[in-house]
Structures are given as C-alpha cells and as structure tokens.
C-alpha cells in the first residue's frame, strides 16, 4: 500500500510559478513511475508530468517549457515546478504512483491562476 501527500497548491497571478510536492509512504521498496495529474471543473483528468525511476520524463504540451518535474528515488518524492503560469492552469492537481502494477493518488492539491 502507497499513501501519497501532495502540497504546494495554492492561489497565484498569471505569470506567476509554483512549486508542487508529493510525498509516498508505505512499505515500499521502489516506486516505478510517479507524475502529476490535473482535472479542471467540468474537464476530464489529464496528464501533465510524468517521470520514470530511470527519469524518462513526459510532458503534456501545454505545459512543456512552463512545467519541470523532478523525482528523488531515495526519499520517494515527486515535485513539480511550475512556472509562467496561466488560468488554463487552474486545477486540482494530483499525484501519482504506479508500484507493483497498482496506481496510486493522493488526494489532490487545489492550483488557482488568476488573471
């Protein structure tokens, strides 16, 4: 079983950057892929950053050039950085962690651009 906690949600001004964290917990030896997922209102969830154990990155394109995500295996950590962003930015944002062929989320961590 992986718990994963997100923060870093927060509201902000178009252009302005953020950075969000996950953290994973639990009996866990090595975590495969972990990445961050968006879902606005009314709007299907979406990758937006993905990261393999290896560090094989992929980006949505919407966010590529804006967003950087990063990983550290040893901590099972995941961050995204978040930068020039734009209201289309707005979401609840999720971490995400695939372990022993299961997905895992967390909870979700609320990102406001405003204009």
């Known amino acids: 079983q992986v718990q994963l906690v997100e923060s870093g949600g927060d509201l902000v001004q178009a252009g302005g950057s953020l950075r969000l964290s996950c953290a994973a917990s639990?009996?866990?030896?090595?975590?495969?892929?972990m990445g961050w997922y968006r879902q606005a209102p009314g709007k299907q969830r979406e990758l937006v950053a993905a990261?393999?154990?290896?560090?094989?990155?992929n980006y949505a394109d919407s966010v590529k050039g804006r967003f950087t995500i990063s990983r550290d295996n040893a901590k099972n950590t995941v961050s995204l950085q978040m930068n020039s962003l734009k209201p289309e930015d707005t979401a609840v944002y999720y971490c995400?962690?695939?372990?022993?062929?299961?997905?895992?989320w967390g909870q979700g961590t609320q990102v406001t651009v405003s204009s």
């Open positions: 995400n962690a695939f372990y022993l062929g299961n997905a895992y």
């Open positions: 639990g009996s866990i030896f090595s975590i495969n892929a």
């Open positions: 990261i393999s154990r290896g560090g094989r990155i």
